[in-house]
């Protein structure tokens, strides 16, 4: 059922939400997996590689979004901590620092590459833009995503967007939100933020007293609370 409540603008993450981050990720990672002999040797598989990538990857973004780490600790350690393995960093070869380095270079070109859109992305971008102002808010390193917005054919679709990386606060610091709002000239009664992650678009968007519609296929844990929760993009355009 529609909400009966009015908003003014729609704050909208965009990786995994409107962008499909997840397959761009993962090509990329199973064709770096192809590249480097490194990586081969220590993982049979692009399967082993990506389990033991993404433990590393998650641990670090949840420090970036806390500001407990900076955008290019992150992308060095997330590549090079899996060349590591058990092996102390004094131990290891100086030569797989440059690897790392290299490995992540490759990573942004080869994900740029496999950028698209979410299915029903384009349709519904265009219609709630046609019914609200959009603000994009996402963490993602701007060279990338400013690449993908260009690429994506709707950046007419945005009045605002809003990279952490050049607002100096990430999700879900509120800051960032308030940010967004004095940039719409709108009060946080009168916003709502969709996006997929619960920990930095929903808890962030709640810190700052904003409703959210959090993109979720499956059962929220019992600790987990959105003012809406829907299984597709599509199904938003129900609730706004």
Same mark, same amino acid.
């Given at each position: 059922m ?21 397959q761009?990720? !993962?090509?990329?990672?199973?064709e770096?997996?192809?590249?480097y ?8 598989t692009p399967?082993d590689y ?7 990857n998650?641990? +670090?973004?949840?420090?970036? %979004? ?16 899996? +060349?590591l393995?058990n092996?102390?960093?004094e131990?290891?070869d100086?030569?797989?620092r ?9 990573f942004?070109?080869l994900? =740029?590459?496999y ?10 971008v265009?219609l ?7 603000t994009i808010?996402? =963490?993602g ?9 260009? !690429?994506?054919?709707l ?6 967007t ?8 990430n999700?879900?610091q509120p800051e ?7 940039? =719409? %000239? ?7 933020m969709? %996006?997929?992650s619960?920990?930095?678009d929903i808890?962030?968007?709640q810190a ?5 519609i959090?993109l !979720? =296929? ?18 938003? +355009?129900?609730?706004?």
């Amino acid at each position: 059922m529609k909400s009966e409540r009015k908003y003014r603008a729609v704050f909208i993450d965009w990786d995994d939400t409107i962008g499909d981050w997840t397959q761009a990720e !993962h090509r990329a990672l199973r064709e770096l997996h192809r590249t480097y002999p490194a990586l081969r040797a220590r993982y049979a598989t692009p399967d082993d590689y990506l389990a033991a990538y993404r433990p590393y990857n998650l641990e +670090l973004w949840a420090l970036y %979004g806390r500001g407990e780490v900076s955008k290019e600790r992150l992308h060095f350690e997330r590549f090079y901590r899996p +060349l590591l393995g058990n092996t102390p960093p004094e131990e290891a070869d100086p030569a797989l620092r440059d690897l790392a380095h290299e490995m992540g270079d490759r990573f942004l070109q080869l994900t =740029n590459r496999y950028f698209s859109l979410l299915p029903d992305a384009e349709r519904v971008v265009r219609l709630l833009a046609e019914r609200y102002p959009l603000t994009i808010l996402s =963490n993602g390193f701007k060279e990338v995503q400013y690449y993908k917005f260009a !690429h994506s054919g709707l950046q007419d679709c945005f009045l605002h967007t809003i990279i952490s990386e050049e607002v100096g606060v990430n999700k879900p610091q509120p800051e960032i939100f308030r940010i967004a709002l004095q940039r =719409n %000239g709108l009060t946080a009664d009168q916003v709502v933020m969709i %996006g997929d992650s619960y920990s930095s678009d929903i808890l962030g968007a709640q810190a700052a007293g904003i409703d959210q519609i959090w993109l !979720h =296929n499956g059962p929220p844990l019992p600790t987990e609370t959105a003012t809406y929760i829907v299984p597709r993009l599509a199904d938003v +355009l129900e609730k706004l």
